[in-house]
């Protein structure tokens, strides 16, 4: 499944005011085991077209690996299409100061432009469940209050933010309730290895809800936020 080149058309030119370069687009089947929503692209995907295809896309692969699926099977995708860069120095092994481009978080601005696309992949590709990598995805996905250090691991049942329309520079949600698993960005491990044992435990529960999806859910389910949301009601 691919979004169609109108839309894409339209992503590239309200993106274009912002510090970013390339694009690329979602990969995979229509009716995937997983969607998966990253942050976005970095410099090895603009060049080759591919999502999640450098060092990130490498770990992701055996994350997957261990939840059963391969990347054939799932549909990925990001808040993002296009690289976000910022200019930084790095010194050359014959000691030379060079100007480079460094990958950079997405900002907010650069997510709502992009957001008619992943709106459109959200609607269209039906998958049983969207897996958010990184807080960028989440709350894209879920809202700026949520954390995927405080919901990693648990299936959430909500609506997902869409842009209200076109000419907006608000979030809606939808009507439709999505099921959304929050797990680390798998480049998180780059900078805090500790985080690998949690991302495995996550692949695991995500394994489990493969194979079987309704045990999965009554054990695994944001019961958390529930209990918060019941207390908020008593006060």
């Not at 992949?121 to 709350?139: D, R, T, Y």
């Not at 054990?219 to 936020?225: E, G, K």
């Amino acid at each position: 499944m691919q979004i169609p080149e109108w839309l894409a058309e339209i992503g590239k030119q309200r993106i274009s005011p912002y510090p970013v370069e390339g694009f690329v687009y979602g990969m995979g089947p229509e009716r995937p085991k997983l969607m998966l929503v990253g942050e976005a692209p970095g410099e090895t995907e603009i060049h080759n077209g591919i999502p999640f295809s450098g060092r990130a896309g490498t770990e992701l692969m055996k994350f997957l690996e261990r939840a059963g699926v391969s990347r054939e099977e799932v549909y990925i995708t990001s808040a993002v299409r296009s690289r976000p860069y910022k200019w930084g120095e790095k010194r050359t092994r014959s000691g030379e100061m060079i100007r480079r481009k460094y990958n950079r978080a997405p900002s907010s601005a650069e997510m709502l432009a992009h957001a008619p696309l992943l709106d459109y992949e959200i609607e269209h590709v039906k998958a049983p469940v969207i897996v958010a990598l990184g807080n960028i995805g989440l709350k894209r996905l879920c809202g700026p209050e949520m954390r995927v250090t405080e919901v990693h691991g648990r299936f959430i049942k909500q609506p997902v933010r869409r842009l209200k329309d076109m000419e907006s520079s608000e979030y809606t949600w939808t009507e439709k309730e999505y099921l959304i698993f929050p797990t680390f960005h798998p480049a998180s491990i780059f900078y805090n290895r500790q985080l690998l044992e949690l991302i495995h435990e996550d692949m695991d529960k995500l394994g489990s809800y493969l194979r079987s999806p309704d045990s999965a859910l009554t054990l695994y389910t944001n019961t958390t936020m529930n209990d918060e949301a019941d207390q908020n009601e008593h006060h």
